[in-house]
């Protein structure tokens, strides 16, 4: 997988990827990296990328045309050839995630554009970008350690890079869960010993233990993550506890005939694929109306 990113500072973009399973990947031909430098493309005498934006202001702006130059040097825009997806590090994009890495894993090439100082002209982002993307809401300043965060995340879903082939698939937010504690020589340290099951070498009660770690710790430390976990498991699981009155709910999940919107320890909300109808059951009448929250309280029905 190849790497363009469009840069004003390439060298530390450079230092930064060049090390550790990165390096690695990079020596295997795993991945590659291809620093551009976007001052190489001014067309101005003192090697000047900026100026001072229109309406005033405070700061610099990015001009349109190097950025554009250095993209074009980049992409090869051709007909017929599909276009490259350009990643624009901007804190108004759609946040960064687990899934959207795993998503962008499986292109040949990808171009990040990096902005500095107050930002790039309009006009050349909304020329070439195709994906603005935020890795928190927060203010930094440039685009390089964005863009090298996803850079590690991407990377360590293309096949080969981790030497381990399960890592990828047994770390946070898989699943949307977290990672479950992990431990390592020695046994005993600072009074503090490692779990028992860990030592038995049941492989089967520690894949248990695991889940049920991750799962409590979830629950604990990203309730968000939680609620989006095994929604259909845990539905049955709650709306069993009373089989007969939950009757219709249980069919509909188990035949495919309804999506499951939410699943809380009070309560399960689900909506009909067919009419559209809400479908709650609630411990009680508070939980049940924080349940239709979530809807058009004019579909819901209370079961």
Request: glycine share 8%; hydrophobic share 35%.
């Amino acid at each position: 997988m190849q790497f363009h990113i469009l840069t004003l500072f390439p060298e530390m973009v450079e230092n930064g990827l060049q090390t550790s399973i990165l390096g690695r990947a990079i020596q295997k031909g795993l991945i590659g990296i291809h620093a551009v430098n976007i001052r190489d493309y001014t067309q101005d005498k003192h090697n000047k990328v900026d100026d001072y934006p229109y309406g005033g202001g405070a700061g610099m702006l990015m001009q349109a045309q190097p950025v554009y130059d250095a993209w074009k040097a980049v992409a090869k825009p051709a007909e017929g050839k599909k276009p490259v997806r350009v990643l624009f590090m901007s804190p108004q994009g759609k946040t960064f995630s687990q899934e959207m890495a795993r998503e962008l894993a499986q292109e040949e090439e990808l171009i990040f554009l990096c902005g500095h100082y107050e930002g790039i002209d309009e006009r050349v982002i909304e020329e070439i970008v195709t994906d603005p993307v935020s890795i928190g809401d927060y203010v930094l300043t440039g685009g390089e350690l964005p863009a090298m965060v996803m850079i590690d995340a991407i990377s360590r879903m293309v096949p080969g890079v981790l030497k381990n082939e399960d890592s990828g698939v047994t770390e946070s937010f898989q699943e949307n869960l977290l990672e479950y504690p992990q431990y390592t020589r020695p046994e005993v340290w600072e009074g503090k010993k490692v779990p028992d099951i860990l030592l038995s070498g049941d492989h089967a009660r520690i894949d248990k233990w695991r889940l049920e770690k991750s799962e409590e710790r979830t629950k604990s430390l990203r309730p968000d993550l939680y609620e989006k976990y095994d929604l259909p498991g845990r539905a049955l699981e709650y709306l069993l506890k009373d089989k007969m009155l939950h009757m219709d709910m249980i069919e509909d999940i188990r035949r495919g005939k309804a999506d499951i919107l939410a699943v809380r320890e009070d309560g399960v909300l689900t909506k009909d694929r067919s009419g559209g109808a809400y479908r709650i059951t609630a411990k009680t009448k508070d939980a049940g109306e924080r349940l239709l929250s979530l809807t058009d309280p004019t579909g819901a029905v209370y079961v």
